[in-house]
């Protein structure tokens, strides 16, 4: 499972030594697509208010709304004007030298692997880009823009959502540095649809520039790779199936963040505490933070995919042959599973090149072991076991394999203090920060202990991609009623249904997913797998247990999850009150120490769960008047509990299928 | 009144109605385009020259031709790969005859032959795969004889003793089938008999009241386009094969002429057909220029492609010889300028007969400071009373100026028509230094035609790169029609080989790639070459399941017995 995967170069070590003033003021010259004809902002935004599918919407949104064109074509402008970036290099030149400053205080280093680099600049010459970098932090855009600064790249135009135009000058300085702007939701807003798709195709058929957007559409709170929306990956791949470019080049970006800047700020929002409104004081409230260290940050270019590659032999092009393609149309159902099968391909690519540090280890392991110190020793031993393991995972672990592991222990340790104390040589049963104290009330200590326990999660799932299916074999066959190799496949085929909307398992891969499980387990020594039966080794236990656990918070979140709507939920739960009374209901739980993992608090957990639900028909919702009821079939759930909670698997009297 | 059609330009023919059967192959090649007196080829001095008198280009020497061969493909004329000089008789099959028949068929006194050399010139058309294995001196399955009926009743007897006695027939006219269509099906082990209509070349009678004239359907076009000349008259169908191919080989496969803007393609010029198939005569009872009686029972029979019977004779719409004609051309900045500018000019006149071509650098290299890797030259000819024509001549140049194009002179695109006609005799000369290629067609809607040219051009270029083509292809394109809804695209494609061990499989895998590519953006299976056997495998999703059906069964009612078995088509 050893991956190929390139060196990374600091680039932050040169700024270091020489005038970021010089940096900033560089020549930029970078390269561009080959079939570019130059253009200005202005006639850029021309091209789409003149361009046939517009004009169509245009006549189409007057026609039923009997307003006049002139009128729809003034809203058409309005709204282009609103959305269009327009960059400006001395704005770019103003942020490369404001963030190298920045850069240079928060981290120790930003390494970038160079053959990634190398890989884009060719891949732009040749066709359209898109970069689809993944959203852990706020940085993430901006770093990008700088990396590409700083390698002569050509500099992206950035979907970003209209959030950011609250930042009074942060919104217009983003706007000239790249960004143009999203409103989060028009769903039925045609004319907006239409501007919006059409100024991506533009930008994008005529290779003024790459396109970049984050699959995940969001910010992930829990480090987990979010399901990817299918919205913007629709619109960038449409001029290639209607054969308006030859080919589309999307490059997927994995950042690494070795502690991330919104730490507890996601934390809290996830246990509900409401998120501060993006606003510019508030960024820079975040000035504190300047003087804290985040470690490193590692930004890997992936290998370029061609849409026309994936789309060979799974698309039929012909199906645009029959009506004029500037008439718009709902994707059909093999362009939907094809762009679909393709957005989880890049997640996982995405998720693929993200670097571990040694702390994602840790933290794994701490949370694991709510229930006993652990002295540094040991923590130091069984972080080396693991350390093996992943890498026989085929993960992407940055280990600094010269540096004593104790020492690799300490400083990782030493770098998150914020979430663990150690006190002489011991480190405390379960993290606990500096946030909790004594004298607060039991539900308050719960939430402070949750906030740091939540911090800790997401640096473990930042490791979950390695672990995910070889988890749920181990936890499949913790639940199936024997070792009989298809009811432990039919209990991982059950939870990898249940838990889709939880991690990123592709749309009808049931299969290769349960094969790559066993693949590993067995290669590992963990599992013995005969024609009929999925057995484990003795020495495989240690893994089994580890892994077990890993997934056991998510198990007994749905559990507990499914046992409040068939205890607790009333006639009158409604989709809002739903989150708000689930905690209720898990508070009161965990306060009285029916329930383990206070990680279930997350709000994150809590929807996936619903949305998994909704999806098997187990809840179904009615929308009333003025808000949405959820209705809660209880024989459905309860064999779900049922399941989750190890009770025999024959219970269930519907089918998954896969 | 003066006028000259452009193929004689040269003014020197000779004519096919003087050629006895068998003699056809005396003048032309067996195993290349055209008059064997025809080519071009490189002289002492290393300069190409075309030889012959037949051609406006014939004995000319043409410098600039050396180097942009070299330059294009890489190529060079140290390295010559030599066609095998003569057909070689022993590497035919000996025919396999059906006694019976070929007593029965003696007693009508048809000619007929059972030669190998008669049997190998008719066992194919001028596909690359097939023109490379004959310079090879490969010779796969071939007809096992070939008959010359001379009229229809001919004909009606031949296909009578083929259903009696169970052989297998494929008609053969001009033999430029660029579609597979004349290879022999390797699996038929019946008798194979070529119908060689070539000696049914009479124009029957002109209907001067009418407009029309009744011909058999062997004639050859240059032939028909003469003798029509004679009284006056003119059919204006112009396919850039009409030197050699013929009426029912048009009829057969759709054809399209070059001046279809002003005179109409072949659906368009036929007003009466006669077929002789298994289940008898078809044809309709009167000459009404048009009928509503249902589906129009021509259509089965347009574009057949030999699978039902033999067409023998035709009544066409003839019109008086154009009183003036004129040549014309245009130079645009580039090839998406000229394209608009056809598609404005086709929705506002159908006067001129119009070529956007993407030059090939011997032909215009400079012009009035355009770009010279991107300036596209479109050739036009007007025809009609003096007066109009120039009236639209001018129309058109007014428009084309809107533009950016800029007159380019008569000579230009005189020479741009005189080029369509010896560009087929370029590829044997590739042919003699390791350059293959071919051109194929498709028709298009006019909002596809750039995004079909740019895919189907980067589709060739990418496949050869994988299929380890050592030399950058050349793959260019032009539009050669004009239609209110879209255009015809051509593709020329040519690569040199060296370094390949199969070059002929590479070019086949490209070529089909490049269909597909054709396909997906929108593109037909074919304007005018026809299915034929090469690109039967997507009839089925061009004329949907219920579509190949119907014609499945129109060819099991006529032809149950597949006594017309090409395998064309179907």
């Not at chain 1, 998994?612 to 009615?622: I, P, S």
Request: aromatic share 10%; with cysteine.
């Amino acid at each position: 499972m050893l991956k190929k995967r390139d060196d990374f170069e600091d680039i932050l070590e040169e700024r270091r030594n020489c005038s970021d003033l010089r940096y900033a003021l560089k020549c930029y010259t970078p390269v561009v697509y080959k079939g570019l004809t130059p253009c200005k902002a202005g006639v850029l935004k021309n091209m789409v208010l003149q361009s046939d599918q517009l004009h169509y919407v245009i006549n189409q949104v007057s026609k039923e709304t009997g307003k006049a064109p002139e009128d729809v074509q003034e809203e058409a402008s309005a709204i282009l004007e609103e959305m269009a970036h327009r960059m400006q290099l001395s704005t770019v030149r103003f942020f490369a030298f404001t963030l190298c400053k920045v850069f240079k205080t928060l981290f120790r280093s930003i390494c970038v692997n160079e053959e990634g680099i190398q890989r884009l600049q060719q891949a732009i010459q040749e066709h359209p880009v898109v970069l689809l970098p993944s959203h852990r932090s706020y940085m993430d855009f901006l770093l990008m823009s700088y990396i590409l600064f700083t390698y002569d790249l050509a500099l992206p135009v950035i979907a970003a959502g209209m959030d950011f135009m609250g930042m009074k000058i942060v919104g217009e300085m983003l706007r000239m540095s790249g960004a143009f702007f999203i409103r989060r939701s028009f769903g039925g807003d045609k004319l907006y649809w239409a501007v919006f798709s059409e100024y991506v195709k533009t930008i994008l058929k005529n290779g003024l520039a790459p396109v970049e957007f984050f699959l995940e559409g969001t910010r992930s709170r829990t480090a987990k790779s979010l399901t990817p929306k299918l919205g913007l990956l629709n619109i960038v791949m449409d001029p290639f199936l209607k054969g308006e470019v030859f080919d589309i080049n999307v490059v997927p970006v994995s950042i690494s963040y070795e502690r991330i800047l919104e730490e507890t700020l996601y934390a809290r929002e996830l246990l509900g505490v409401p998120k501060p409104k993006e606003s510019t004081s508030g960024l820079f409230k975040a000035r504190r933070v300047l003087s804290e260290d985040y470690g490193s940050i590692h930004v890997y270019f992936g290998q370029p995919v061609s849409v026309r590659s994936l789309a060979e032999g799974r698309v039929n092009r012909c199906q645009f042959n029959l009506t004029p393609r500037h008439i718009p149309k709902r994707p059909s159902d093999d362009v939907h599973s094809f762009v679909n099968a393709a957005a989880y391909r890049l997640v996982r690519a995405q998720e693929e090149n993200m670097v571990l540090k040694p702390w994602v280890l840790l933290a794994s392991l701490l949370l694991q072991n709510h229930h006993q110190d652990l002295d540094q020793d040991r923590l130091t031993e069984e972080a080396l076991w693991l350390r093996d393991v992943c890498r026989q995972y085929g993960a992407f672990l940055h280990w600094p394999d010269h540096v004593p592991p104790s020492e690799v222990v300490s400083s990782s340790l030493d770098l998150h203090r914020g979430l663990v104390r150690i006190s002489e040589g011991r480190v405390p049963a379960g993290p606990s920060g500096p946030g909790v104290h004594p004298g607060a009330g039991p539900e308050e200590q719960l939430l402070n202990q949750a906030v740091v326990v939540l911090s800790c999660a997401s640096y473990r799932n930042q490791a979950l991609h390695v672990f995910l299916r070889p988890a749920l074999l181990a936890s499949a066959m913790h639940i199936a009623t024997s070792s009989n190799k298809q009811e432990v496949f039919n209990s991982f085929s059950f939870l990898r249904n249940m838990f889709s909307n939880e991690f990123i398992l592709c749309p009808g891969a049931t299969m290769q997913d349960f094969e790559e499980a066993c693949f590993l387990l067995v290669k590992t020594g963990v599992l013995q797998i005969t024609e009929q039966e999925v057995l484990s080794t003795h020495r495989g236990h240690r893994t089994l247990a580890f892994l077990t656990r890993m997934m056991d918070p998510f198990l007994q979140g749905y559990q507990v999850i499914c046992m409040f709507l068939c205890e607790e939920a009333s006639e009158a739960l409604t989709e809002k009150t739903f989150i708000p009374a689930v905690r209720g209901f898990m508070v009161k739980q965990l306060l009285s120490g029916r329930l383990r993992y206070t990680e279930v608090l997350s709000s994150d957990l809590q929807k996936n769960a619903l949305a998994a639900l909704l999806r098997l028909g187990a809840v179904l919702k009615t929308k009333g008047a003025d808000q949405t009821t959820l209705k809660v079939n209880r024989v459905m759930v309860n064999s779900l509990e049922d399941t989750l909670g190890k009770k025999p698997l024959q219970h269930l009297w519907f089918e998954f299928s896969s | 009144c003066g006028s000259t059609s452009n193929t004689d330009a040269g003014g020197l023919f000779m004519w096919m109605s003087l050629i006895g059967h068998s003699l056809r192959q005396e003048i032309m090649k067996w195993n290349g385009w055209g008059y064997v007196d025809s080519k071009f080829q490189f002289n002492k001095k290393g300069q190409a020259e075309f030889t012959g008198k037949r051609y406006r280009l014939s004995g000319m020497v043409m410098p600039a031709l050396k180097e942009w061969f070299e330059s294009t493909f890489g190529a060079s004329l140290q390295h010559k790969t030599p066609a095998s000089a003569i057909p070689n008789s022993s590497a035919v099959q000996p025919p396999i005859l059906n006694e019976a028949f070929v007593e029965d068929l003696k007693s009508t006194g048809i000619p007929f032959s059972q030669d190998a050399e008669d049997r190998v010139f008719r066992a194919h058309g001028h596909c690359l795969h097939e023109i490379f294995a004959l310079r090879e001196g490969k010779v796969g399955r071939v007809p096992d004889m070939v008959v010359w009926p001379s009229n229809h009743n001919d004909v009606v007897k031949i296909v009578e003793l083929a259903c009696k006695h169970n052989v297998c027939l494929i008609p053969y006219g001009g033999g430029t089938s660029v579609s597979s269509a004349l290879e022999c099906p390797p699996e038929e082990t019946r008798t194979i008999v070529s119908v060689d209509t070539s000696q049914m070349n009479r124009i029957l009678w002109i209907d001067e009241k009418n407009l029309t004239a009744h011909v058999e359907a062997g004639i050859v076009g240059q032939e028909l386009e003469r003798l029509l000349n004679e009284s006056g008259y003119c059919t204006g169908h112009e396919p850039d094969s009409m030197e050699f191919s013929s009426l029912g080989g048009w009829v057969a496969t759709r054809a399209s002429g070059m001046k279809k803007n002003i005179y109409g393609n072949i659906e368009d010029l036929v007003v009466h057909i006669r077929m002789v198939t298994p289940q008898g005569v078809i044809e309709k009872s009167c000459q009404g220029p048009r009928m509503s009686t249902g589906p129009d029972i021509h259509h089965f029979i347009l574009g057949s492609e030999g699978t039902l019977g033999v067409v023998t004779e035709v009544t066409m719409k003839i019109r008086p010889m154009p009183e003036y004609q004129k040549y014309g051309s245009v130079v645009f900045p580039n090839f998406e300028q000229g394209v608009a500018c056809l598609r404005e000019l086709t929705l506002i006149t159908n006067v001129f007969a119009g070529h956007a071509l993407k030059p090939q650098k011997f032909y215009i290299t400079k012009f009035k400071g355009f770009d010279p890797n991107r300036l596209c030259v479109a050739t036009l000819l007007f025809e009609g009373d003096r007066e109009r024509v120039l009236q639209h001549e001018k129309q058109v140049y007014d428009i084309a100026a809107k533009f950016g194009g800029l007159a380019a002179g008569e000579d230009n695109g005189q020479r741009g028509y005189m080029l369509t006609f010896v560009i087929a005799y370029l590829r044997d000369l590739g042919m003699d230094y390791y350059v293959i290629g071919e051109s194929f067609e498709t028709s298009v809607p006019w909002d596809r035609v750039l995004d079909i040219c740019r895919n189907v051009k980067e589709r060739i270029i990418r496949e050869c790169k994988e299929r380890g083509v050592q030399f950058p292809p050349l793959s260019t394109c032009r539009v050669t029609q004009t239609y209110d809804a879209g255009a015809c695209v051509y593709f020329y494609f040519a690569f040199n080989y060296r370094g390949l061990s199969d070059p002929v499989h590479v070019y086949e895998q490209v070529e089909h790639a490049a269909r597909d590519e054709i396909l997906a953006n929108g593109g037909s299976l074919s304007h005018h070459h026809g299915v034929g056997k090469l690109r039967k495998e997507w009839m089925r999703e061009t004329v949907s399941r219920v579509g190949m059906g119907m014609l499945k069964s129109v060819k099991d009612y006529v032809d149950p017995g597949n006594i017309f078995g090409n395998r064309n088509l179907l």
